[in-house]
Nanobody
């Protein structure tokens, strides 16, 4: 599956952004999906994930709980990340990714098989 992320930009602290990730090439609905981010000089970290089953809870990093919401629209083959109350420490390149099988969302990057190109999010103080 090919993934194309967009929606990043420059925003002031406290502001909001919505990232989108358009999928093509294979059946999007069969993949658990995730968002990761990578700040300069830091490792890529898990942000949020959503299963292919609506009965399995979404997962969030502790640092974004209550502020970020992951969702998917299988009819549009698109993954979303709504980011509210943004902080300067949220500044990073954000990547969407499709997990390698399974139902439960994984938080380890190595469990993801397909990656988008990344979109830059910059939060100014």
């Amino acid at each position: 599956v090919q993934l194309q992320a967009c929606g990043g930009g420059l925003v002031q602290a406290g502001g909001s952004l919505r990232l989108s990730c358009a999928a093509s090439g294979r059946t999007f609905s069969i993949y658990p999906m995730g968002w990761f981010r990578q700040a300069p000089g830091k490792e890529r970290e898990f942000v949020a994930g959503i299963s292919r089953s609506s009965s399995i809870p979404r997962r969030y990093a502790e640092s974004v709980k209550g502020r970020f919401t992951i969702s998917r629209d299988n009819t549009k083959n698109t993954l979303y990340l709504q980011m509210n109350s943004l902080k300067p420490e949220d500044t990073a390149v954000y990547f969407c990714a499709a997990q390698r099988g399974g139902m439960v969302v994984e938080t380890t990057a190595a469990r993801y098989e397909y990656w988008g190109q990344g979109t830059q999010v910059t939060v100014s103080s």
